[in-house]
């Protein structure tokens, strides 16, 4: 049988994170994360395999996600205004990385779909493999919304991204 | 497929052993515009990684998450006296079974007990189907092609993507809300999935998986295996077959109550 402890302790920085991605608040990812551990708490007994207990964390937060999410908003999605000029975070923040802030308002204007698989690519470095067998999705359609969901991101953090490299390098 | 796409989904750490990845970045090598662009996606791969990975979840939520082992012991124990003693009706029917299996080995090997050959290509099937579908849920993060909270609009949503579709449901299905349906294929056929909010609620839910009943199954025979309430992956399932297509139910979490949702 898994220990809860130590399954605890090696997913849950990613999960939040995950959460965090996925809904966008702290309060909420928070709730995600502590429904998800309480059922597995209850569950652990049937979960035997570290493998699937990293696949079943996540499918259970992301349900739990769905559910409450869909029932409340219907899912608004926002469009991602790639010509959006009132915010241009290259000048908002000085250091030489991306801001998680900027970086955490570009994913979550992404439609659910891109964000969900650009947030498991980043986060938990699933495969692209990994992600189709997850989400159920033919490959070619995992590949074709990491590719948008990066094109996005990229037009919208480039000018911190160069500036970062430049520097550095 | 377009092989910026391949390239967007290149993983520094998964890509050894994956011939699609080695061709593109082949093609890439060979291609100094390609090759600058994937490297530029890269520097922002590395990038966004460190970013996200740097960002903690707030201090105390370890802490928080921890009690609820000490919580589910709490109500594992409560529960345990009924589990002791079902472990001990469990323990007497397994060697009773296990003794009548040895008095009747002969037959059973020999397929003499009436029907049973007739029927075990419909047995491992309708158990391949139900164990495939309660896999499903276990592992799979289920994304749905169509969202609605009324039965009829799934039905049409089904109907018009030529997909398989519920004429009547049992009373139970029908008092719950639809979240949405999806469509995929399983073994080459077709299945299509309708999620109900479970009564339990707080999230759970109620998975139906609908397919056709094939030629070389037995469809009266299937319908009695499916009322039977089977527990697998930790969830509990149950079905029925109605006018040439098998029925699943798969509860989304072991909480999910099927018992009387078929009454």
């Known amino acids: 049988m898994l220990n809860f402890e130590k399954t605890a302790k090696a997913y849950y920085q990613k999960l939040y994170a995950f959460a965090y991605h996925l809904c966008g608040n702290q309060a909420d990812a928070e709730d995600l994360t502590q429904h998800t551990f309480y059922r597995l708490a209850l569950n652990i007994h049937t979960l035997k395999k570290e493998e699937k207990a990293r696949s079943w964390l996540y499918s259970t937060l992301y349900r739990k996600f769905i559910d409450q999410h869909r029932r409340i908003v219907k899912f608004p999605t926002v469009e991602f205004d790639e010509n959006d000029s009132t915010r241009d975070y290259s000048e908002e923040q000085p250091e030489y990385t991306i801001d998680y802030a900027a970086l955490t308002d570009c994913i979550r204007q992404l439609d659910e779909p891109l964000r969900v698989v650009i947030t498991l690519f980043y986060i938990e470095n699933y495969s692209y493999k990994e992600i189709a067998r997850m989400l159920d999705l033919p490959i070619g359609t995992v590949m074709s919304r990491l590719y948008r969901a990066k094109t996005k991101l990229h037009k919208k953090l480039t000018p911190s991204l160069k500036t970062a490299y430049v520097v550095q390098n | ?263």
């Open chain 2, 1 to 263: 497929m377009n092989i910026k796409e391949t390239l967007s989904a290149f993983h520094p750490e998964n890509h050894e052993d994956d011939p699609l990845m080695n061709l593109a970045i082949e093609e890439a090598e060979k291609d100094p515009e390609l090759l600058r662009w994937f490297t530029e996606q890269l520097e922002m791969d590395n990038a966004i990684r460190e970013t996200l990975h740097a960002q903690k979840p707030p201090e105390e939520l370890l802490g928080k998450l921890l009690q609820y082992q000490d919580a589910a012991e709490e109500k594992r124990k409560l529960i345990s006296p009924f589990f002791r003693s079902t472990l001990q009706w469990g323990a007497i029917a397994a060697c009773l079974l296990i003794t009548t299996v040895f008095a009747f080995k002969d037959t059973i090997i020999n397929n003499q007990i009436l029907g049973y050959h007739a029927s075990l290509s419909s047995i491992e099937k309708h158990d391949d189907f139900r164990i495939a579908m309660a896999e499903f849920v276990d592992t799979t993060i289920i994304s749905l092609d169509f969202l609605s909270e009324g039965h009829n609009e799934i039905r049409q949503w089904l109907k018009e993507a030529n997909q398989l579709s519920f004429a009547t449901l049992p009373d139970g299905l029908e008092a719950l809300d639809t979240l949405g349906c999806k469509s995929f294929k399983w073994q080459d056929q077709s299945i299509s999935l309708i999620c109900f909010h479970s009564n339990e609620g707080n999230g759970r839910i109620v998975h139906l998986f609908i397919k056709e009943v094939q030629p070389t199954e037995d469809a009266e025979f299937l319908d009695t295996q499916y009322a039977s309430l089977q527990t697998l992956y930790g969830r509990q399932t149950k079905g029925w077959v109605t006018n040439g297509k098998h029925y699943i139910l798969v509860g989304s979490d072991p909480d999910v109550d099927l018992t009387d949702i078929l009454v």
